[in-house]
């Protein structure tokens, strides 16, 4: 085991350092001393390279993460009913729907990329997107991409280390690796970027569908025992739905990421709103059908003590064949790390090309057209955090933030509604579902504020931070002149 587990360690931290390197010398490219050959007087800018199919696969594989193989039982554990756990599943799978086509309008009218900042710029002004940007660049991204790097380290190395347990130190190296790597593909080419994503999302699809078909298999044999008096509302518990609602629309996050990437979709008109439908119907059912798979093998008792549904379930179906589920949940983890990174690097790029950070981040590489410094700008503060800090209470400290800008968003659509009604709209949804939408995503941020407004309050100061920095950085006319000077030298 000890020696198993110093090469492990020595190689990830050989392919770390070989990945560093390589890529800061791949940085120094980004300034060449003259033009490209054959490049004239073109403009360098983002090619549109994203199709149906891999605007699908951006939206599918950065929502279905490691929950649903790990801990799909938030839900159960809120609601004490196995029916209802699947209509609560059911009925945030209809809300994320909601708010995906709110999105869809936004994006079609609204024809740039950036996501929640774009379009809180456009509805309310620069200081109001920039405190969103803001808390995402200092805490909310570095921390998530930490978590789901996290995971996906554990789970790489599991098939390597069972039955013992994982050295923490060989599971942060493993994480370092992986975070690297998915810089250093994001960096190189966009068309590799999508394809492997697709690859990626193939592979997550593929691992529910072992799931699910012999779940299904088994309840269509007559395996409904764990069915019965599924709606019997002795068990119910009325006080914990809010919870409830709160574990599955945190499941079903990551339908706004196509938004993100706008510039780059390729007739974004047709495109953003189908590839949103297709994918939330898509994620709906699979999330619904394994739940269903679950039950029909487990006991709401078991599948409450489980660590590990996907492993459990596995076990009880397949024998040694488990082994391979940690190899789909790393799998799976990569691609939520990919598409997640992709994604946001599109907004810091906007945000640079807004005056709101560092011009260089807005520079394109001349040859490979990926904008490389805003891909690599989140890679010190995740690996800091992933070595020095603590992510998880930060991620408790962010977490409303999320729902809490998602909810302006929606309400400057209905604001954009009235202040532009001549605005080009080629996707039109009906006004009541931006509506309910918004009000579920504030009560989510109410829920928050009352189960834990220790945590939730620190969040919120720590985003009201970005007000004096929006002052001090961007508002040229009355900072002062000493940091005018610093600023201007630099």
């Known amino acids: 085991v000890i020696a ?5 360690v020595s190689c990830v931290f050989m392919l770390t350092v070989f990945f560093s390197f390589h890529f800061f010398f791949f940085i120094v490219s980004i300034y060449p001393s003259g033009k490209p050959q054959g490049a004239d007087n073109r ?3 983002l090619g549109k390279k994203v199709t149906l199919l891999r605007g699908i696969s951006i939206i599918i594989g950065t929502i279905i993460g490691a929950g649903i193989f790990i801990s799909p039982k938030g839900i159960l554990k809120h609601t004490g009913s196995v029916g209802m ?4 599943w059911i009925a945030c799978g209809v809300l994320s729907l909601f708010g995906a086509l709110s999105y869809a309008e936004l994006g079609t009218c609204i024809k740039k990329s ?3 900042y774009t379009y809180i710029m456009e509805a309310f002004g620069p200081q109001m997107a920039f405190i969103r940007l803001w808390a995402d660049l200092i805490a909310i991204r570095p921390a998530a991409t930490a978590v789901i790097s996290l995971a996906f380290g554990q789970y790489i190395l599991e098939p390597l280390f069972m ?7 060989a599971v942060k190296l493993a994480t370092a690796i992986g975070i690297t790597s998915v810089m250093y593909l ?7 970027t999508a394809r492997i994503q697709i690859f990626l999302t193939f592979s997550k699809l593929l691992a529910i569908a072992i799931i699910i078909v012999p779940g299904l298999y088994q309840l269509f044999k007559g ?3 764990n069915f019965d008096n599924a709606f019997e509302l002795t068990n119910v518990k009325l006080s914990g739905m809010p919870l409830a609602f709160y574990s599955g629309m945190y499941a079903y996050a990551g339908w706004f990421y196509l938004n993100f990437v706008t510039e780059e979709v390729d007739n974004p008109e047709r495109t953003v709103p189908l590839a949103i439908s297709i994918s939330m119907l898509v994620v709906t059912s699979c999330y619904v059908l394994t739940n269903v798979a679950y039950y029909t093998v487990m006991t709401a008792e078991e599948l409450l003590a489980s660590d590990a549904v996907a492993v459990t379930f596995a076990e009880k179906m397949m024998g040694n064949f488990s082994i391979a589920v940690p190899v789909f949940v790393a799998l799976s983890c990569y691609g939520s790390m990919n598409g997640g990174l992709f994604a946001y690097s599109r907004m810091f790029y906007v945000a640079s090309r807004e005056g709101h950070l560092p011009e260089v981040l807005s520079m394109i590489h001349v040859r490979r057209h990926t904008p490389l410094t805003a891909v690599f700008i989140l890679y010190p503060m995740t690996i800091l955090q992933l070595f020095v800090g603590d992510i998880y209470s930060l991620l408790n400290f962010m977490s409303f933030l999320r729902w809490l800008f998602i909810g302006v968003v929606v309400l400057g659509l209905i604001y954009l509604r009235y202040t532009k009604p001549d605005l080009p709209r080629p996707f039109k949804v009906p006004l009541f579902i931006p509506v309910v939408f918004c009000l579920t995503c504030f009560f989510m941020v109410f829920l928050s ?3 834990d407004p220790v945590n939730t309050g620190i969040g919120f100061a720590i985003a009201l931070t970005g007000i004096p920095a929006y002052y001090i950085f961007i508002y040229y006319n009355h900072r002062p002149k000493w940091i005018q000077r610093v600023l201007g030298n630099s």
């Open 223 to 225: 395996e409904t025992r």
């Open 43 to 45: 403009r360098v800018e």
């Open 114 to 116: 950036g996501g929640h």
């Open 163 to 169: 039955p013992c347990d994982i050295p923490p130190m």
């Open 449 to 451: 504020l009352y189960s």
């Open 186 to 192: 994001n960096s190189m080419s966009v068309t590799w």
């Open 4 to 8: 198993v587990v110093i090469i492990v």
């Open 85 to 88: 756990s699947l209509i609560v």
